[in-house]
């Protein structure tokens, strides 16, 4: 029997994770990285995903704010290695994984589920039904 893919991530995935979060955090809050694209812009760091033998991590990245996530992650993935050069001293690990990011796009997500489920459409689905109001009859009034 093969191993799953969606096996949950071990402490030790959840911790380094949250490690290499707290460093590029720092790291783009002192605003270390020169890019012109992330001139003015501040990074918040959602999630970083280590892989199972933490040699790669994924970390999922929004301006702080909101607006265009995607118009960083070009930046980001240009500033990776340097960005892993500075990881590396911030958290000691035997090796640092290779960084990889990507929009997160939770926020989004959560906000559209958000508006969707306070449509009017929705909302009215949603009201307790009152046979009354309606002109029906109770569970056990049969007319007396």
């Known amino acids: 029997m093969g191993k799953g893919r969606s096996r949950a991530p071990s402490?030790?995935?959840?911790?380094?994770?949250?490690?290499i979060r707290h460093a590029l955090a720092w790291i783009l809050e002192r605003g270390e990285v020169r890019d012109p694209a992330l001139q003015g812009v501040t990074v918040t760091v959602t999630e970083v995903r280590a892989s199972p033998d933490l040699k790669n991590a994924t970390a999922y990245v929004v301006p702080?704010?909101?607006?265009d996530a995607a118009a960083l992650v070009p930046a980001l993935t240009r500033a990776a290695p340097y960005l892993r050069h500075l990881v590396a001293e911030k958290v000691?690990?035997?090796y640092t994984p290779?960084?990889?990011f990507e929009a997160d796009e939770s926020f989004d997500n959560a906000d559209r589920i958000s508006t969707l489920l306070h449509s009017p459409a929705?909302?009215?689905?949603l009201e307790p039904h009152d046979p009354e109001a309606a002109g029906g009859e109770e569970p056990g009034d049969h007319g007396a």
Do not use: I
């Not at 402490?11 to 490690?19: D, F, S």
């Not at 929705?122 to 689905?125: F, K, Q, T």
């Open 64 to 67: 702080l704010g909101g607006g």
């Open 98 to 100: 290779t960084l990889h």
């Open 92 to 94: 000691r690990l035997r």
């Open 122 to 125: 929705v909302a009215r689905d």
């Open 11 to 19: 402490q030790r995935q959840l911790r380094v994770g949250e490690e």
